[in-house]
């Protein structure tokens, strides 16, 4: 019933930044609980960002680059990625759980010089 959409993905310098948009089908102020994660090839998927009852969790590896946010008027949750790596080069996901997991298709994010 929910239907998550991911953009703002693509190709970026080292040192750059992006800001990935997740757009929601619906409005998203009854869904407490949304993430970003991410999965580069050969390994597993694994959380970067969850915002949760207003609070926000990071991987250790993007604390302090990667900022997390929604929009409820807009049904968007939002990151920012800042000082990208080539370590960051991964297909990320939008995530939403209200009773049940949601996903979005995933938005590619190729960081490389």
């Known amino acids: 019933q929910v239907q998550l959409v991911e953009s703002g993905g693509g190709l970026v310098q080292p040192g750059g930044s992006l800001r990935l948009s997740c757009a929601a089908s619906g409005s998203i102020r009854s869904i407490d609980n949304m993430g970003w994660f991410r999965q580069a090839p050969g390994k597993e998927r694994e959380l970067v960002a969850r915002?949760?009852?207003?609070?926000?969790i990071y991987a250790d590896s993007v604390k302090g680059r990667f900022t997390i946010s929604r929009d409820n008027a807009k049904n968007t949750l939002y990151l920012q990625m800042n000082n990208l790596k080539p370590e960051d080069t991964a297909v990320y996901y939008c995530?939403?759980?209200?009773?049940?997991?949601?996903w979005g298709q995933g938005t590619q994010v190729t960081v490389s010089s």
């Open positions: 915002i949760a009852s207003g609070t926000t």
């Open positions: 995530n939403a759980v209200f009773y049940v997991r949601y």
